[in-house]
């Protein structure tokens, strides 16, 4: 436990700031010494080749693992430090979706974004209001008395954001999101995230292998390297495809495939 933490003035802090962050598996570690911060409004995307540990950092920052080794802090408070109701009191202002993230495949698209809204306690009345606003906002009006198997892996994940957004979270954690889109809904689904960044001042992290999207809505972001199980660069991916000391990054950013094939063949 870093006492730091603690006197820091709480809106100085950074979102989200990783000290010296280790993962693994059992005995598998996965990555070793993990250091970056979000700020506040940053869409802060994490990049990397395939099994590298992307989903895994998701993962850990959304309380799902506990860190081999390291510190996770939220607005200068230790989420890795804290007690269980401090825990939940953090987690209540995070919206999450993961990789498989996928609906409830028995439920309406109204009943899996009432889900998250009825656990906080909402009255039945306004959560059905609440439900309707935020498929407004994705697009997806009209659509409340369907199952995710009659709409589209577009209309799916923008119902999957919907119901990430439905308690208006301060975080917004996504992995892939436009993962097995078709480039116009991936687009459409950038711009929903750039908007919801814009009008509330969420702050968004991404984990993406989607070059068009990186460049299009991130400030922010860390490439994860699978083979010296670290992280190789970090900055506003713009900068870091153009100036990064690493070549790695560079290339993983101008042509999007040399960083996964190399990861991949080892
Ligand atoms: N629950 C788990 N238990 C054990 N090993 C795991 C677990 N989840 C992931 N791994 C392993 O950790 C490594 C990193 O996996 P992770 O899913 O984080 O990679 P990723 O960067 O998200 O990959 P992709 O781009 O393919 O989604 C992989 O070797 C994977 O097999
Ligand atoms: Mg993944």
């Given at each position: 436990?870093?006492?730091?933490?603690?006197?820091?003035?709480?809106?100085?802090?950074?979102?989200?700031?990783?000290?010296?962050?280790?993962m693994g598996y059992g005995a598998?570690?996965?990555?070793?010494?993990?250091?970056?911060?979000?700020?506040?409004?940053?869409?802060?995307?994490?990049?990397?080749?395939?099994?590298?540990?992307?989903?895994?950092?998701?993962?850990?920052?959304?309380?799902?693992?506990?860190?081999?080794?390291?510190?996770?802090?939220?607005?200068?408070?230790?989420?890795?430090?804290?007690?269980?109701?401090?825990?939940?009191?953090?987690?209540?202002?995070?919206?999450?979706?993961?990789?498989?993230?996928?609906?409830?495949?028995?439920?309406?698209?109204?009943?899996?974004?009432?889900?998250?809204?009825?656990?906080?306690?909402?009255?039945?009345?306004?959560?059905?209001?609440?439900?309707?606003?935020?498929?407004?906002?994705?697009?997806?009006?009209?659509?409340?008395?369907?199952?995710?198997?009659?709409?589209?892996?577009?209309?799916?994940?923008?119902?999957?954001?919907?119901?990430?957004?439905?308690?208006?979270?301060?975080?917004?954690?996504?992995?892939?999101?436009?993962?097995?889109?078709?480039?116009?809904?991936?687009?459409?689904?950038?711009?929903?995230?750039?908007?919801?960044?814009?009008?509330?001042?969420?702050?968004?992290?991404?984990?993406?292998?989607?070059?068009?999207?990186?460049?299009?809505?991130?400030?922010?972001?860390?490439?994860?390297?699978?083979?010296?199980?670290?992280?190789?660069?970090?900055?506003?991916?713009?900068?870091?495809?153009?100036?990064?000391?690493?070549?790695?990054?560079?290339?993983f950013l101008a042509r999007g495939?040399?960083?996964?094939?190399?990861?991949?063949?080892?």
């Amino acid at each position: 436990m870093d006492d730091m933490t603690t006197k820091k003035p709480v809106n100085d802090a950074p979102v989200i700031e990783t000290r010296g962050l280790t993962m693994g598996y059992g005995a598998q570690l996965i990555q070793e010494n993990i250091n970056f911060k979000v700020n506040q409004g940053d869409i802060f995307v994490v990049m990397g080749g395939s099994g590298c540990g992307k989903s895994t950092l998701l993962k850990h920052l959304t309380g799902l693992y506990e860190p081999v080794a390291g510190n996770i802090l939220y607005n200068g408070v230790s989420y890795t430090c804290a007690d269980e109701s401090e825990r939940q009191k953090l987690r209540s202002r995070w919206g999450v979706t993961f990789q498989s993230g996928a609906l409830f495949s028995d439920m309406t698209l109204a009943e899996n974004i009432a889900l998250p809204v009825r656990h906080a306690g909402i009255p039945r009345k306004e959560t059905a209001e609440l439900v309707a606003y935020k498929l407004a906002l994705v697009g997806l009006s009209g659509f409340e008395d369907y199952y995710p198997s009659q709409i589209s892996g577009g209309m799916c994940k923008r119902a999957g954001l919907a119901r990430a957004i439905a308690l208006d979270p301060e975080i917004l954690f996504f992995d892939e999101p436009s993962a097995g889109l078709d480039p116009l809904s991936a687009r459409r689904l950038d711009d929903l995230i750039l908007n919801l960044r814009d009008s509330t001042g969420t702050t968004v992290v991404m984990v993406t292998h989607e070059l068009a999207s990186i460049f299009a809505i991130a400030n922010n972001g860390i490439y994860l390297d699978a083979i010296t199980k670290t992280w190789l660069d970090q900055g506003d991916p713009k900068w870091l495809r153009d100036h990064s000391q690493k070549d790695i990054v560079r290339s993983f950013l101008a042509r999007g495939e040399e960083g996964s094939n190399r990861e991949l063949m080892e």
